[in-house]
């Protein structure tokens, strides 16, 4: 069977529409077709079949579709051989990042990276849910996401998984608020509170609903925004209270944003890369993911050394 066709098989499974197939791989949807009716008479089995207006994969379609997956990442672990062989790390590796991820990791990753010659990363950003994280690595070699403590919404992707750095969640408060004094906060201190909350779907307010159970007391959430900075100029304000990521807060409001750490519940969200199997293997994406390590361990000594 053609290892072509086979990617194109893998993409259906992945993509799950012969129309985005053929946009990710610049082809037209009926070449698409035709290329997987002749991988169909290799294989000599069905591998695809009418569902409505579009097609799914049979049982032996997702099976070759996972034989696709291996052959690909044994052919990028060959090429990653031959690279390490001729110490050649050249190539273009795209990345996409929530914001504050790139805010916090990408300027010092970048900065390193171009001293390694011939290797260039493209990196863009995107604030998805996290149900949406997985599906970016069929664009994007690096996917950067976040989840929290006991959530693993990749799981059973068959995604290759680096974890790069935990960050603890913090309660930002407005100055001269009557909790500023504590060393830290637990859920029923801020019984009574009105906070700034997130849209719906992401993972900040599963911690308030823990908070809720654990005060035995609902919360008043007043607004709701996704940006992080509109959150932290809600609080400078003194209309609510927030969870602020630790290391990936403004800091450009020193004095009127406080930060105390929340004791009580699992404070804290789980910075990872996502990549297909095969992309992890390539020499010039794994030469990325080792700086993406060494800043984001800069970034936590660093905030380490504050008091």
Not at 28 to 42: G, I, M, Y
Not at 84 to 108: C, H, I, Q, W
Not at 251 to 267: E, I, S, T, Y
Not at 281 to 286: F, I, T, Y
Request: aromatic content about 4%; proline content about 6%; charged content about 25%.
């Amino acid at each position: 069977m053609d290892v072509q066709r086979l990617e194109l098989l893998r993409e259906l499974a992945e993509r799950r529409s012969i129309t985005e197939v053929a946009r990710a791989t610049h082809r037209t949807p009926s070449a698409v077709s035709q290329q997987l009716k002749v991988l169909e008479r290799e294989a000599g089995l069905p591998l695809t079949e009418r569902s409505g207006r579009g097609l799914i994969l049979t049982d032996a379609g997702r099976a070759l579709a996972r034989s696709a997956t291996d052959v690909a990442v044994a052919l990028a672990r060959a090429r990653a051989v031959w690279d390490e062989f001729r110490n050649d790390a050249t190539g273009e590796v795209s990345l996409v990042t929530f914001p504050t991820a790139g805010e916090m990791l990408l300027p010092g990753a970048v900065r390193s990276i171009s001293a390694v010659p011939g290797l260039v990363v493209n990196c863009t950003d995107k604030d998805p849910e996290l149900s949406d994280f997985p599906a970016l690595t069929a664009e994007y070699d690096i996917v950067l996401a976040y989840s929290l403590r006991g959530q693993v919404p990749w799981g059973g992707r068959g995604l290759t998984v680096v974890p790069l750095m935990t960050e603890p969640l913090d309660v930002g408060l407005p100055a001269g608020h009557r909790l500023t004094s504590r060393s830290w906060i637990t859920p029923a201190d801020v019984i009574g509170e009105t906070w700034i909350g997130a849209p719906e779907g992401y993972p900040f307010e599963r911690i308030l609903h823990q908070i809720e159970q654990k005060a035995g007391s609902q919360i008043t959430i007043a607004q709701k925004f996704a940006d992080l900075r509109v959150i932290e100029a809600f609080v400078v304000a003194g209309l609510g209270i927030a969870l602020v990521p630790r290391y990936t807060w403004g800091g450009d409001q020193p004095g009127r944003l406080v930060l105390k750490p929340l004791r009580g519940v699992d404070a804290e969200r789980q910075i990872v890369a996502l990549m297909r199997p095969d992309r992890a293997e390539r020499l010039a994406v794994r030469t990325v993911l080792e700086v993406l390590r060494t800043e984001a361990a800069r970034v936590q000594a660093q905030h380490a050394l504050i008091p």
